[in-house]
């Protein structure tokens, strides 16, 4: 993996001169500020390093986008930001902590509540790139957004249909259960069960037979699996589209 991309800690930054290129991840918690269990539980997923290897291996560095300044913040308080001016996704330990806790009053035990409490950040992150590569951060561009996430993810890794449709389930579930003000991302980006439904569709649609058993079952599967993969397809065709000026000629995306 390239280090074009790097991850910076913010509690690194503040402290010390700003991390080169060569860095791919550093992780320090800020004194007294950072909830341990939320830096213990993003320390040891994989979640950012495999996005950063998605934008390496299938992004050149262009105009548009200047993959060579876009920097992944971990660290400090609030809700997840994204800033276009300096290509940052900033994600606060504090949002993963809070979904942790949200999701604990859910599920039975605290390993489902890690679980799902990661697979909201993967949303968030996916989510926030996505926003980034459309230059628009608006709530109002989320359907553009959950668009080029969902075909990211998809169609970027080989379990990223059963993956995505974890993430999309957990930060769902945020938006229609958790309590929390709303400045939460999950509140302030809120993934409704409509627009739920056609993030599965997209997922069933790019590979039926692996995964309609996501799915529940309805009277007419064979119509659901039809009108699904056409929406993949439009959905593959649109995207590799749109985002053909910013992909290597390469990337597996493309094909």
Known sequence: MSNIVTIVCLAICMASTQLNADASAQWKPTKNEVPPLAQRVLESSNIVSDLLELINQNFNNTEQFPVD??????GSGGAPTANLDTLTL????????????GHA?????????????IDTVEYTLYH????????DLSPDNDDTAEAI????MIKAWPN?????????QAFG???QLLDGPLEDYWHAHSLYKSRNKIINCWILGSNPGKHEALLGSILDPVKRRNDCTHAWQKLNRSMQELLMPLLKPESELLR
């Open 69 to 74: 300044r876009l920097r992944i913040v971990l």
């Open 90 to 101: 900033s994600l606060p330990y504090e949002y993963l902590n809070n979904a942790i806790s």
């Open 105 to 117: 009053e859910l599920e039975e035990t605290q390993e489902a509540a890690l679980k799902r409490g």
């Open 128 to 135: 926030l790139l996505a926003h980034v590569i459309s230059k």
């Open 149 to 152: 996430s969902s075909w990211l």
């Open 160 to 168: 990223g249909g059963e993956q995505w449709f974890e993430n999309a």
């Open 173 to 175: 579930r945020a938006s």
